[in-house]
């Protein structure tokens, strides 16, 4: 069991950037792929991005892709997604997760409660 708590959240103009937190603690964090989705008001959650356990591979779903950076620490249990430039569209609920998976679009396993993101024009 892993459990996950996303931090760092909040209101950010548009072009402006934010910084997202997951905090992992129970097993191993270096065992897990991680991940970061999203889910805005009516519409389905969305992967946003993933890494693998090592912290080298990385993959972005296309509406980020050059604007966000996933990272992790694995000597402090961390995962992070620095956003930046966002819009009106990055607007969303952010939830961490985690995969036993090696497989960075795979089925994930843990899931944090997630983090408000809101961008204001």
């Known amino acids: 069991q892993v459990q996950l708590v996303e931090s760092g959240g909040g209101l950010v103009q548009a072009g402006g950037s934010l910084r997202l937190s997951c905090a992992a603690s129970g097993r191993t964090f270096s065992n897990y792929v991680m991940g970061w989705f999203r889910q805005a008001p009516g519409k389905e959650r969305e992967f946003v991005a993933g890494i693998g356990r090592s912290g080298i591979s990385t993959y972005y779903a296309d509406s980020v892709k050059g604007r966000f950076t996933i990272s992790r620490d694995n000597a402090k249990n961390t995962v992070f997604l620095q956003l930046n430039r966002v819009n009106s569209e990055d607007t969303a609920v952010y939830y961490c997760?985690?995969?036993?998976?090696?497989?960075?679009?795979?089925?994930?396993?843990?899931w944090g409660q997630g983090t408000q993101v809101t961008v204001s024009s």
């Open positions: 997760a985690a995969s036993r998976q090696p497989v960075l679009t795979g089925t994930y396993d843990y």
